[in-house]
């Protein structure tokens, strides 16, 4: 079956701006949570939803959004782009909340992001 | 808070020999401790979890609830090993996965 599937690859975007990034899970699965890796800050946990509502939140700012289509599909959204949000963002599906049952998280390639 | 601690970003082991990359944890309730393998070019990928006590590629992790820690460790290290390697937690009622820093390991020829 296909796995986790992030849209774009990558991606350049000018400070100030915004970006919408994609996340189709594995068919099935219910849950996506989005991470940022970045060399010194490793990965940090952004957002989880499940069923179309958001079910925790990582310690970043109000200009990280995201939210969760009827399809499972997830978006994550960042508005005023800064340097600091360089990074590689990672979607992680799962069949059910939280990763829990045997499968756990699965994780996709991510996009890169880099802000100039 | 939860906090998962790697000491060391890079290890290096010469093929065949033992390898231990170690993970401290810091967590009131009662954890869940996963290890995650990131082979070069490879998305990340679940290595084992300690609530299953497998062994995986040869690796085994136990949980020591007195020492807080949850060491991945294998016997005789090989070159396919090398990757990126972290150790996350799974608490609190919402259950998401706090991660470590990672710790690179190379396996030398």
């Known amino acids: 079956k296909a796995g986790v599937t992030q849209t774009p690859r990558y991606l350049i975007k000018t400070r100030g701006q915004q970006v919408t990034l994609s996340c189709s899970p594995i068919s099935g699965h219910r849950s996506v949570s989005w991470y940022q890796q970045t060399p010194g800050q490793g990965l940090q946990f952004l957002f989880e939803y499940f069923s179309e509502t958001q079910r925790n939140k990582g310690n970043f700012p109000g200009r990280f959004s995201g939210r969760q289509f009827s399809n499972s599909r997830s978006e994550m959204n960042v508005s005023t782009l800064e340097l600091g949000d360089s990074a590689l963002y990672l979607c992680?599906?799962?069949?059910?909340?939280?990763?829990?049952?045997?499968?756990?998280?699965?994780f996709g390639s991510g996009t890169r992001l880099t802000v100039v | 808070a939860q906090r998962v601690t790697q000491p060391e970003k890079l290890l290096s082991v010469f093929k065949g020999a033992p390898v231990e990359l170690k993970c401290n944890y810091s967590y009131s309730g009662s954890p869940e401790l996963f290890w995650y393998v990131q082979y070069s070019r490879q998305r990340l990928q679940l290595l084992l979890r300690h609530i299953s006590r497998e062994s995986i590629k040869g690796f085994t992790a136990d949980l020591n609830k007195g020492e807080t820690s949850f060491h991945l460790k294998k016997p005789f290290a090989q070159e396919e090993d090398s990757a990126m390697y972290y150790c996350a937690l799974r608490s609190g009622s919402a259950r998401q996965l706090t991660f470590g820093s990672g710790t690179q390991l190379t396996v030398l020829p």
């Open positions: 992680a599906s799962s069949l059910v909340a939280g990763g829990q049952g045997a499968g756990g998280y699965t």
